[in-house]
Each structure stands twice: as structure tokens, then as C-alpha cells.
């Protein structure tokens, strides 16, 4: 009994709120952590260093207008862009891990939220599947989708950095 007690208190703002924030939290940090894991983060952030030089040099011959200087400094950085493009392609590869759980599980969150509100926003706006558009006190009603997807991108950044794997 106490247990349907305090799932139904998850539906309610503002626990709805921070529960919904905590697993977006939750899900950022294990998939971070399986990413940082898995990768050689010394060579991520040397390859990452020489690609960000390799594109200010090929901006800067491309400013000149000189197509054949572009092409010394695209021919002089291919091995670059081949690891670069090869370390895109392992951290794809490591987020298929996660990703199916994941999806499962914010199925299954968007399931027993419902369609109830589980924030207030002070703006009314409506972006596809991102919305707050129902007066609800001094702002607008948020679903779990769109207080989801905030809150995931909003802790995205900031574990990210926390994990050093900024891009």
C-alpha cells in the first residue's frame, strides 16, 4: 500500500518535477560514464586538438581563395580526419549500448506519467513535440516529454564537462 502511495506521489508536482529531472540526470551520468569507459580519452582529446587545428588552418586557406593551399592543408591532415571520423564512429558504436534500454525506460516513464503536468513553464511555447501551451497557475503546463527533453539537455552539458568529454 505504501508503495502505490509513493509512486501516485511521483505523478503530483513537485515530485513529478524532480522525479523526472532525476532520471534524466541518471540516464546522462551512466551514459557518460559507459562512454568514458569504453574510449581512450587521451587520444579523444589529442585527435579532437589536431582536427580543431586542421580546421583553423583549412578556414584560413579557404579565406585566401586559394584552392591549391586548401588542398595542401586537406591532403597534409587526411590521417586526422580519418581518426577523427574513426572515433566518431567507436562513440556511436558505445551509445547502441545504452541507447535500446534507454528508450525502453523513457517509454516506460512517459507510460506512467501520462499526459499529467509535471512542470510549469513562465513562457507559453509550442515546438513540435515540445510544448507548454495549458495555463496552469502563473505559467504553463509542461508534459513529461517537454520537461524531459529540458532537463536532458540541460544536464547533457553539464555531465559532459563533468566527464571531460566535451566536444
Known sequence: MWFSLTLDALRVMPYSTLFVAAVALALNV???????????????????KEYSEYQ???RAALRTGDPDKAD????RYKPVEEQ???????????SFYYLIPFILLYYLLAWFMGQVPVAVSPYRFNLLIVAAT???????????VTWYIFTSVAFSVIV????????
Open 160 to 167: 559532459t564537462r563533468l566527464f571531460g568529454l566535451q566536444v
Open 72 to 75: 595542401k592543408v586537406r591532403k
Open 30 to 48: 551512466v551514459a557518460n560514464a559507459v562512454t568514458r569507459a569504453t574510449m581512450d580519452i587521451d587520444m579523444y582529446r589529442r585527435v579532437q
Open 56 to 58: 583553423k588552418q583549412l
Open 134 to 144: 495549458t495555463p496552469l497557475g502563473p505559467g504553463y503546463a509542461m508534459t513529461m
Open 84 to 94: 577523427m571520423l574513426k572515433l566518431q564512429m567507436d562513440r556511436m558504436k558505445i
